[in-house]
Antibody, heavy 120, light 110 residues
Framework: EVQLVQSGAEVKKPGESLKISCKGS????????IAWVRQMPGKGLEWMGI????????RYSPSFQGQVTISADKSINAAYLQWSSLKASDTAMYYC?????????????WGQGTLVTVSS | QSVLTQPPSASGTPGQRVTFSCSGS????????VYWYQQLPGTAPKLLIY???QRPSGVPDRFSGSKSGTSASLAISGLRSEDEADYYC???????????FGGGTKLTVL
C-alpha cells in the first residue's frame, strides 16, 4: 500500500527556521516525483514545487522560488520542505504528494498534511 | 488569483445532477490534461478524475469529466450528502512549468 506520512504540526515564531518531512512507503521512492502543496486557512490549493529523488532534480513554482527549499534523502525515503526564516504568512497546511509524470497534474497519493502555525 | 477559474460555490439536492466548470487558457487546459480533486472537510485532497475523463479505481461512475478547448467540467449525478466537499481542477501550465489549481468550488448538498 502506497503511503505518504508527514511529520506533525508545528508552532513557530516569525524568523525561526523549520523543516517538515514526508516519508514514502509501499512504492519505489526514487521513481516518482514528490510535490509540495500549500493550503492557507480557508483557501485553495497551491503547487509549490517538486523533487525527483532519483536524481535530485528540483523545480519550484515562481511564487515559491527562493522562499522555501525542497529536498529529499532517498536512503530513508523521505522528502523535506524547509524555511530559513518563517513569516506569519507561511501559516498553512502543507501537503506532500506523489506526482507523475512531471508535466502533468496527476497526483495520485497525498500525505495527511502538516499544519504550520507561525505566530509571535 | 488562480490561473484556472472555478465558480466559488454550487449546490444541489440529493439525487440531482450538478456540474462544475473550470476555465483556463491555451498554456494549460488548452494543451494539457485536466485533473479533478475532491477535498472532504478536514482531509487531504483525493484524485477524482485524471486525463480529462478517466476515473481512478474506486471512484464511482457518478463522477464524470470532460474537456473542450480551454475549458473543462466535472459532473456529479445522483448527488449524495457525502459528496459535500470542495472540488478543484488542475492542469500543467507550460508557461509556468508547474501545476496550477483552480480556486475550488464548494459543493453544498441541500
Amino acid at each position: 500500500e502506497v503511503q505518504l506520512v508527514q511529520s506533525g504540526a508545528e508552532v513557530k515564531k516569525p524568523g525561526e527556521s523549520l523543516k517538515i518531512s514526508c516519508k514514502g512507503s509501499g512504492y519505489s521512492f526514487t521513481n516518482y516525483w514528490i510535490a509540495w502543496v500549500r493550503q492557507m486557512p480557508g483557501k485553495g490549493l497551491e503547487w509549490m514545487g517538486i523533487f525527483y529523488p532519483g536524481d535530485s532534480d528540483t523545480r519550484y513554482s515562481p511564487s515559491f522560488q527562493g522562499q522555501v527549499t525542497i529536498s529529499a534523502d532517498k536512503s530513508i525515503n523521505a522528502a523535506y520542505l524547509q524555511w530559513s526564516s518563517l513569516k506569519a504568512s507561511d501559516t498553512a497546511m502543507y501537503y506532500c504528494a506523489r506526482q507523475s509524470p512531471l508535466w502533468s497534474g496527476y497526483i495520485d497519493y497525498w500525505g495527511q498534511g502538516t499544519l504550520v502555525t507561525v505566530s509571535s | 488569483q488562480s490561473v484556472l477559474t472555478q465558480p466559488p460555490s454550487a449546490s444541489g439536492t440529493p439525487g440531482q445532477r450538478v456540474t462544475f466548470s473550470c476555465s483556463g487558457s491555451s498554456s494549460n487546459i488548452g494543451s494539457n490534461y485536466v485533473y479533478w480533486y475532491q477535498q472532504l472537510p478536514g482531509t487531504a485532497p483525493k484524485l477524482l478524475i485524471y486525463r480529462n475523463n478517466q476515473r481512478p479505481s474506486g471512484v464511482p461512475d457518478r463522477f464524470s469529466g470532460s474537456k473542450s478547448g480551454t475549458s473543462a467540467s466535472l459532473a456529479i449525478s445522483g448527488l449524495r450528502s457525502e459528496d459535500e466537499a470542495d472540488y478543484y481542477c488542475a492542469a500543467w501550465d507550460d508557461s509556468l512549468s508547474g501545476v496550477i489549481f483552480g480556486g475550488g468550488t464548494k459543493l453544498t448538498v441541500l
